[in-house]
C-alpha cells in the first residue's frame, strides 16, 4: 500500500502542484444481526482505493478511484489537476495552509482481540442468546441485536513528504425490544440506541457490555413502557444519563465547533453555526463547572474519534473547546487555521472512506467528568430523568434542539417514584449548558461512540466520540415533543 | 458493462461450483461520480469518484451470507465467493429463506443521458460561476453543488436472472445567503439538460431577499402552505411503513391500519417505477419487477410492498420491492408519486388569509413511531402570508406534527413535480396547503 500511495503521490507531484496528498485505504467489515431467533444480517465486506487531493492553481481538485492499476492511478491524478483547474472559474482567493511538519509513522490502535478471528457462528451464537433472553420476556414483538467490526488500514503520503502507515480496529455491539401492544410501539435498546455501544477496540468489547446479563431488564422496561404515564409537559429540572448526554454533546457543541461550518463551508445542507468568530473567548457557553475538550489522542480513550494523524497528516491534540463555561475553541484543518490566524491545524480533519475528500468531522469530543457524585447529581427535590436516546433534531445554526428518549423516570430526593414513557425536552444550546447544575464524576464517565454523524456533500458518514457522566440541568422545558 | 458483469458472473459460478455451491446471485456495480461545491461565492470542494462493486450470495440448504469487494481479479472473485460460503455455512437454517429468484420481464425505463454522463468539471465550474454571479448581484453569498454522474447496477443469478439498470443523475442546489435571511432551491433529473442551475439560483436568491428582517411569530397551529421540497422530505418519511415485514414486525404505523381510511379523501399515493419522472430500476434487490402498487387511494391505506420472502409469508405476490437478502427490514416503496391537484402555489397563497409558507424542512427526525409524529426545523424561505399575499419573513420554527393528521388537514394540492430535498429520497410530489400545522417553538433566526 506504501507503494500505491507514493506512485499516485508522483503521479501529481510530477505534474505541477502546490501540494497534494494521497491516501491509500484497505477496508475489512463485518456485520452480523439477529431478529426475532434467526440470523438477520450476516455480510462481510472489503474495499480498497486511492483518493488523491491536489492543491493546484489556487483551488483544490479531488479524485478517488479503485481501479489501482498503473493506468487507473495515472487517470486519477490527471483528473484531481483537471478538476482544480476547473475551479479557477470561480475563485475567490488562493487557497493557503497553515503550516504543519513532515511525519514518518507507523500506528496500530490497541486491541486484545482480533474481532475478524471470531468465528460468524460464535458472533451468532452470542447474539441468539441475547434475542432468547429478550423474547422471554411476555409482550416482546421484536428482538433485534448486532455486532459491527470494522478494520481500516491508511497509509497517507504527502508532497510534505509524510508517510503515515495508521491501521484502526473498532467494534459495535447492541441490541434492542420493541414492543407493540393497543396501538403504541416502544422500545428499550441497550447500551445505547444506534446499535449499541461502538469503540476502537476488539472483540473485547462485546464482552465487556455484559449484554446477555442485561437482556431481562430492557425487555421488561420495553414492555412497562406501555403502562407507564406520559411524560408531562412543563419545566423541571432534567438529569441525563451518559449516552443521551454523549448526544446532546455531539448536537449542541460538535457540530457548532465545526470552524469549516462556523466559515460558511457547510451553509447549503449541514448548515453553519451560532458560534461566529467574534465569540471566541467571549461567550459564556456554559455553567463554570461545563469543561468540554476535542480529544482525539490515545489517551483520552478508545473513542471512534481516536487516532494518531489525522487525514491531511496531522497529529492528533487535545483541544480545549469550553473552559470553565467559556467557549475557547474550535475544530480546525490546516485550511481554516490558516483563514483564522492561528499557526497550526489541531488535527480534525477526516474521510469516511477512500473515495470521499477529508472534512472537519469530531473527533473525541467530551464533557470531562465532574466533582459530584452520582448520589449528589440526583439528589434533588424533584426531577425528570432521561435515558437512551429515541428522537433528535436541531436547527441548522444550531441553537433550538428536541430530543425525545426512550424511558423516562420522575425522581423525587434521588429516588425514582414513577416511569414515564414517551419523554423529551428541548431547548437553546447555550441556555442549556448554562443551567447546568450538577456533574458526575469520572467513576461514570463514559466514551459513547456515535456511528453514524453525517456531513459533507457527497453525504460521509463518520464515527464520533464523546465522554461524558450523568448531568443535571435547570429548569429545562420538557414534554415538548407532544405539545399542542 | 453489461458484457463484463456477465464475465464476472461466470467467474463467480465457476468459484462457488468449485466450492459445491450451485445456487448463486451476484450484483455488479460500476459508477463514476463527479460534484462541484461551492460557498462563499466560490468553489471550494470539487471531487470525483470511480467505484466499482461486487457482492454475491450464495443458497445452501437453507443458509444464506452476502460477501462484497471492489477488487475484480480472478483471484480476488474467488475470494469473496469463498468468503460469502464460508460465513453463509456457519448460518443456521432458515426455512422461510426463498431460493434465488427466477427470471422475469422488466419495464423499460431509459434513464441514461449522454450530456449527464459526458458532463466535465469545466461544465459544472461555469454553470456553478453563473449561478454565484446571479446571487452575487443580488448582495448576496451562495453556497451549493452541482453534481453528474452515471451508474450501471447489475444483478445475475444461477438461476438465470439477467437484471440491469444504466442511469445517469444530476442535481444543483443552492443557498443564497443574506444579512438575516437564506433562501434555497434544488433540483435533479437524469437529463442534465432540464436542469437550470441559473433559475434556481434566482430563485433563491429572490426568497433570500424576500425573507430578510424576519419576524418572530409565536408558536401554535397555522395553515401552512408546503412547497414541493417541504412536502418531499417530511411526507416521505412514512414510506418504509408501507411495508409487509414492518407490518409483522409491529415496527409500521400500518399495523391494524391497513383498509382504514387514515388521510384525507384528496390523498392518494402510488409508488410506481415507470412513472417519468421517476429514477431508479424496474427490479428490486432479488431481481423481481416492481409493480406499481396503489399505496394510498382517497385517503384509504389500499397495498403495501412485499418481498419475495414476506409475501410467501402472507400469501401474497411479492410486489418486486424487496432490499437484497440478507436483510432485517424486507422492501420498501422507493418510487413515490403523489396524486397533485389544481390549484397552483400562487392560488394557495391568494386563498390564505393569514399562514406560513414553507420551502424546506430540515432534521426531520420521527418522535412517535405509531401516531407518525414527527419534528423538524423550517430553513432557507419562510414567510408569513397575510390576506392572500406574502408579506414579510419569518423567524425558522421547530414543528411536531403527525403525518395522518396532517394529510388529514390537506385544502389544496399542486401538479407534482420532480421534487428533490435532503431527508429523503426524491419524488414526484406536489405542494400542499394544509390547516392547523402545529409550531411548537421558535428559534433565534
Redesign the interface.
Given at each position: 500500500m506504501k507503494d500505491l500511495a507514493l506512485s499516485a503521490l508522483d503521479a501529481v507531484a510530477r505534474r505541477g502542484v502546490t501540494y497534494a496528498d494521497v491516501r491509500a485505504l484497505q477496508i475489512r467489515e463485518r456485520e452480523v444481526t439477529t431478529k426475532n431467533g434467526k440470523a438477520g444480517h450476516v455480510s462481510s465486506s472489503e474495499s480498497m482505493g486511492i483518493g488523491i487531493r491536489v492543491l493546484a492553481y489556487g483551488c483544490w481538485g479531488f479524485a478517488a478511484t479503485d481501479d489501482l492499476t498503473p493506468a487507473g492511478i495515472q487517470s486519477a491524478a490527471a483528473l484531481a489537476i483537471e478538476i482544480a483547474h476547473s475551479g479557477t472559474a470561480a475563485r475567490k482567493h488562493e487557497v493557503s495552509l497553515a503550516p504543519e511538519q513532515k511525519y514518518e509513522a507507523t500506528w496500530l490502535s490497541p486491541f486484545q482481540v482480533d474481532p475478524f478471528s471470531i468465528p460468524v457462528d460464535r458472533n451468532l451464537t452470542v447474539l441468539l442468546a441475547v434475542d432468547a433472553e429478550l423474547r422471554r420476556v411476555p409482550g416482546v414483538s421484536l428482538a433485534e441485536a448486532s455486532m459491527h467490526f470494522e478494520r481500516r488500514r491508511q497509509v497517507f503520503a504527502s508532497t510534505l513528504g509524510s508517510l503515515i502507515d495508521q491501521t484502526r480496529c473498532l467494534t459495535g455491539a447492541g441490541f434492542a425490544a420493541l414492543s407493540y401492544k393497543d396501538g403504541e410501539i416502544q422500545r428499550r435498546s441497550y447500551p445505547n440506541s444506534f446499535g449499541g455501544q461502538y469503540q476502537l477496540k476488539g472483540y473485547e468489547l462485546v464482552d465487556e457490555l455484559r449484554l446477555l446479563e442485561n437482556a431481562p431488564r430492557v425487555a421488561e422496561e420495553a414492555v412497562a413502557l406501555h403502562s407507564a404515564d406520559q411524560c408531562p409537559e412543563g419545566q423541571a429540572s432534567l438529569i441525563l444519563d451518559s449516552s443521551q448526554l454523549g448526544l446532546q454533546i455531539h448536537e449542541s457543541i460538535g457540530h457548532p465547533i465545526e470552524l469549516d461550518r462556523v466559515l460558511g463551508s457547510e451553509a447549503n445542507y449541514a448548515g453553519m453555526s451560532f458560534l461566529t468568530l467574534d465569540q471566541l473567548g467571549r461567550l459564556r457557553y456554559g455553567s463554570e463547572i461545563v469543561n468540554v475538550v476535542c480529544d482525539a489522542r490515545l489517551e483520552h480513550g478508545p473513542g471512534l474519534g481516536t487516532f494518531a494523524f489525522d487525514d491531511e497528516g496531522v497529529p492528533a491534540q487535545a483541544t480545549d473547546i469550553i473552559r470553565g463555561g467559556r467557549f475557547v475553541g474550535y475544530m480546525t484543518s490546516r485550511e481554516t487555521a490558516a483563514a483564522v490566524g492561528q499557526a497550526r491545524s489541531n488535527g480534525c480533519m477526516r474521510a469516511d472512506g477512500w473515495e470521499r475528500l477529508p472534512l472537519i468531522r469530531m473527533t473525541n469530543v467530551s464533557l470531562l467528568p465532574g466533582e459530584q457524585s452520582l448520589e449528589e447529581v440526583l439528589d434533588v427535590e424533584h426531577a425528570i430523568y432521561m435515558e437512551t436516546n429515541r428522537s433528535w433534531s436541531i436547527d441548522d445554526k444550531r441553537y433550538n434542539f428536541q430530543f425525545g428518549c426512550e424511558i423516562g423516570w420522575e425522581m423525587r430526593h434521588g429516588k425514582r417514584v414513577r416511569m414515564l414513557k414517551n419523554p423529551s425536552y428541548s431547548g437553546i444550546s447555550t441556555e442549556f449548558w448554562n443551567a447546568c447544575a450538577a456533574i458526575a464524576g469520572p467513576q461514570h464517565w463514559t466514551l459513547w461512540g456515535v456511528p453514524n454523524c453525517g456531513k459533507g456533500q457527497p453525504e460521509q458518514v463518520m464515527g464520533t466520540g464523546h465522554g461524558s457522566s450523568p448531568a443535571r440541568f435547570r429548569n429545562i422545558r420538557i414534554g415538548s415533543a407532544y405539545a399542542g | 458493462m453489461q458484457d463484463s458483469a456477465e464475465a464476472i458472473f461466470g467467474q463467480v459460478v465457476d468459484a462457488a461450483g468449485a466450492l459445491g455451491v450451485t445456487e448463486i446471485e451476484a450484483i455488479v456495480a460500476d459508477s463514476d461520480?463527479?460534484?462541484?461545491?461551492?460557498?462563499?461565492?466560490?468553489?471550494?470542494?470539487?471531487?470525483?469518484?470511480?467505484?466499482?462493486h461486487l457482492?454475491v450470495r450464495p443458497v445452501i440448504d437453507g443458509r444464506?451470507?452476502?460477501?462484497?469487494?471492489?477488487?475484480l481479479s480472478r483471484n480476488a472473485i474467488r475470494e469473496?465467493v469463498a468468503?460469502?460460503i464460508a460465513?453463509?455455512r456457519?448460518?443456521?437454517p432458515?426455512t422461510?429463506l426463498p431460493p434465488i429468484a427466477a427470471p422475469a420481464e422488466y419495464q423499460r425505463v431509459d434513464r441514461w443521458f449522454e450530456t449527464t454522463a459526458r458532463a466535465?468539471?469545466?461544465e459544472?465550474?461555469?454553470a456553478?460561476?453563473e449561478a454565484?454571479r446571479a446571487v452575487e448581484a443580488a448582495g448576496q453569498?451562495a453556497?451549493?453543488?452541482y453534481?453528474t454522474g452515471e451508474s450501471v447496477f447489475s444483478l445475475l443469478n444461477s438461476r438465470g436472472v439477467r437484471a440491469r439498470h444504466r442511469e445517469t443523475m444530476a442535481r444543483f442546489?443552492?443557498?443564497a445567503?443574506a444579512a438575516d435571511s437564506?433562501g434555497?432551491a434544488k433540483a435533479s433529473a437524469c437529463d442534465r439538460a432540464s436542469l437550470n442551475p441559473l433559475e434556481l439560483a434566482l430563485t433563491a436568491a429572490r426568497k433570500a431577499a424576500e425573507s430578510s428582517a424576519p419576524r418572530e411569530l409565536p408558536?401554535?397551529?397555522y395553515t401552512v402552505i408546503l412547497e414541493p421540497a417541504a412536502v418531499l422530505d417530511l411526507v416521505g418519511q412514512m414510506f418504509p411503513d408501507f411495508s409487509a415485514t414492518a407490518i409483522r414486525?409491529?415496527?409500521s404505523f400500518l399495523?391494524?391500519r391497513i383498509g382504514q381510511r387514515i388521510f384525507g379523501e384528496n390523498i392518494t399515493i402510488h409508488d410506481d417505477a415507470g412513472h417519468p419522472l421517476q429514477s431508479g430500476a424496474p427490479f428490486d434487490g432479488e431481481g423481481v419487477p416492481r409493480k406499481r402498487l396503489a399505496l394510498v387511494e382517497r385517503g384509504v391505506v389500499r397495498e403495501v410492498a412485499y418481498s419475495r420472502q414476506a409475501a410467501a409469508l402472507a400469501g401474497a405476490a411479492p410486489t418486486g420491492h424487496g432490499f437484497p437478502l440478507?436483510?432485517?427490514l424486507g422492501e420498501a416503496p422507493t418510487n413515490i408519486v403523489v396524486a397533485g391537484g389544481e390549484t397552483s402555489l400562487a392560488q394557495m397563497v391568494a386563498s390564505t388569509e393569514r399562514g406560513i409558507l414553507v420551502t424546506r424542512f430540515?432534521?426531520?427526525?420521527?418522535?412517535?413511531?405509531?401516531e407518525k409524529?414527527f419534528?423538524?426545523?423550517t430553513?432557507?424561505g419562510t414567510f408569513l402570508v397575510e390576506g392572500g399575499c406574502i408579506t414579510a419573513g419569518v423567524r425558522?420554527f421547530?414543528f411536531?406534527q403527525g403525518l395522518m393528521e396532517m394529510l388529514s388537514n390537506v385544502e389544496a394540492l399542486s401538479a407534482p413535480v420532480r421534487a428533490s430535498g435532503?431527508e429523503t429520497y426524491d419524488m414526484v410530489a406536489p405542494a400542499m396547503k394544509a390547516r392547523e400545522f402545529?409550531f411548537?417553538?421558535?428559534?433565534?433566526?
Open positions: - | 461520480e463527479a460534484l462541484t461545491r461551492f460557498a462563499n461565492n466560490a468553489i471550494h470542494q470539487n471531487v470525483a469518484e470511480h467505484t466499482t457482492s444464506t451470507a452476502r460477501a462484497s469487494t471492489n477488487r469473496v468468503e460469502a460465513i453463509a456457519l448460518t443456521e432458515d422461510d466535465t468539471p469545466e459544472r465550474a461555469h456553478v460561476a454565484i453569498t453556497a451549493g453543488i453534481s442546489s443552492i443557498t445567503m437564506s434555497w408558536p401554535g397551529r414486525d409491529g415496527r399495523k391494524d440478507p436483510n432485517e430540515w432534521y426531520i427526525r420521527e418522535v412517535d413511531p405509531y409524529i419534528t423538524g426545523m430553513r432557507d425558522n421547530r411536531n435532503e402545529n411548537t417553538e421558535v428559534t433565534r433566526f
